[in-house]
């Protein structure tokens, strides 16, 4: 009421406010989607590439098969916050900017390193900070979750779903032999592999159990987030998903132990196999929804809520208005200005984006590995194949496999992976996650400098395993030769793969990893002397095979 006595507020469903559009008015609705469909096509047109290989992932990589939920599973949480987000006013806000330039940045690094993970990042980071700048802080809150989730679809960086891979296999292979050995089935684990006697069972990459572990992390953060409790047991929901997903991992591969014991070995593969995967999957989600149900028992005075009242939307946050009321409107008549500014940077992208895109590495010109000598002074050597699926796991695109020897002396296994282009998903397996599934135990890890007979480097930094397996025992020395570098350290590989695909339009590089046993009898220092002195002959002649 003004101080006449005259009521000069709107009228209840006015379009306008002092002249403004409302939100809800079909002019501002017009424009709103507008500016998404915009956006929506900007981000089309840069991200499609990295866009396409994440759904492929999903698709061809049962371990990411809950990604094409991901999406959907956030609309939906949007979608059932539709009412509270009507009743927001979208102010924009500057600081989304600071988002997209970060996005920017991780797509030039990814373009240029040519890795998907950071070009995966860039599209949460700008995607996110297009909200920022479009809707301001206050609906961003909202959203936060939805958005977060969305973290939960990208793929894990290759060198990091390999060594995590590798770590679980083992610890399967471990619980399904307690497992056996707890129902009285005789069983004895050699690395990945469970030996049943007549029957050897193999502890494959597909069989981690990172096809339970991933989906039923995803799951249970949007349990946790549902569940109305207090944070502490939303953490403690989230994190039991992981013991969970590992415990009946091994579990499963006990049951298949005992029916390829009592049937088989065709109950370890085939529909069986298959069905019995679903079956674990369902008593996962059965595990954690009683997480849940033991949880809400913990400081409860309210009886036995129905598992409907304890996993809801939350309430959130934000001011709500009467249905038919206009709230006020600091909105001009153009859309928020950070946005067009985010627009504008996008824009910017689409059309250099294609320059980053096109850019061709510099393939350096080699011998190929099939010439490499098998006389090294005074070694002999002779080579032998890598079996079919060892080769298709690696991926490289030349290798070395041989064992050199001097006369009457212990061999050295000698090994060299090489990668043309260690693009998108593609790079050296780290010997330390490959090495334990043979059955090999690292019982010693350090780095040391070995010299060489080289002009050009003194000597060679490099990484120095102890392995052993029941009695044998055996010394390993590995490194990395990336373009002119030689790198002990698995995460500088990363770091300059990057820096020398942005300085030099190169990625290529190779793995290089000899290996020699302890005899019995004899020390350790005997296999250095032997693993140095090949190292010295091997090492002047690989220029030609991995250039600088």
Known sequence: MSSSGIDMAPKVGSPLIGDRPSLTSGWWQRNWWVGAVVCAALLGMIYYDA????????????????????????????????????????????????????????????????????????????????????????????????????????????????????????????????????????????????????????VVEACSGLRYLFPLMSLSLLCAYLFQAPMWKRIVVFLSSM?????????????????????????????????????????????????????????????????????????????????????????????????????????????????????????????????????????????????????????????????????????????VAYYLSQRKGQSAHSPRTCIPGGGWEITSLRTLEVPTNDAATASLHVNRLVIQKADAKQIVYYWFKQRDRVLANEYLVKFFLVWDALAKQRTDGALIRLTASVQPGHDEEEADRILAAFTKAANPLMNRYVPD
């Open 51 to 202: 866009l396409a290989f994440m759904v492929s992932v999903w698709v061809d990589d049962e371990n990411y098969g809950h990604g094409f939920f991901v999406p959907f599973i956030s609309l939906f949480l949007v979608w059932a916050k539709r009412e509270k987000l009507r009743a927001m006013q979208p102010q924009g806000s500057w600081w989304g900017l600071s988002l997209i330039l970060v996005g920017l940045a991780l797509y030039g690094l990814g373009e240029l390193g040519t890795l998907y993970t950071l070009l995966h990042l860039s599209f949460w980071f700008v995607l996110v900070g297009l909200c920022w700048a479009a809707l301001g802080g206050n609906i961003l809150r909202e959203l936060s979750f939805p958005l977060l989730y969305l973290l939960t679809m990208i793929p894990l960086p290759q060198f990091l779903l390999q060594g995590l891979s590798g770590q679980l296999q083992l610890l399967s292979s471990m619980l399904g032999v307690g497992c056996l050995q707890v129902i009285g089935v005789t069983a004895f684990r050699d690395g990945n592999v469970i030996d049943l006697g007549p029957i050897q069972l193999q």
């Open 243 to 415: 013991p969970i997903a590992i415990l009946l991992n091994g579990f499963r591969i006990g049951v298949i132990g005992v029916l390829v014991e009592w049937f088989g070995g065709g109950a370890a593969e085939g529909f069986l196999h298959l069905f019995e995967g679903w079956v674990i999957f369902l008593m996962s989600l059965a595990i954690l929804a009683l997480v849940i149900w033991g949880l809400s028992r913990i400081g409860s005075a309210c009886g036995r809520p129905s598992f409907s009242d304890l996993l809801s939307l939350p309430s959130g946050s934000g001011t709500l208005v009467q249905p038919g009321a206009v709230r006020p409107s600091s909105l001009t008549e153009a859309l928020p200005a950070p946005l067009f500014c985010a627009v504008g940077l996008l824009l910017s992208l689409a059309v250099a984006s294609p320059y980053l895109v096109s850019r061709e590495e510099i393939v350096p010109a080699r011998q190929a590995f099939l010439n490499f000598p098998m006389q090294v002074q005074q070694w002999q050597g002779s080579a032998f194949p890598l079996e079919k699926e060892y080769i298709e796991t690696l991926r490289f695109d030349d290798y070395l496999l041989a064992d050199y020897r001097l006369a009457d002396g212990v061999p050295v296994n000698f090994y």
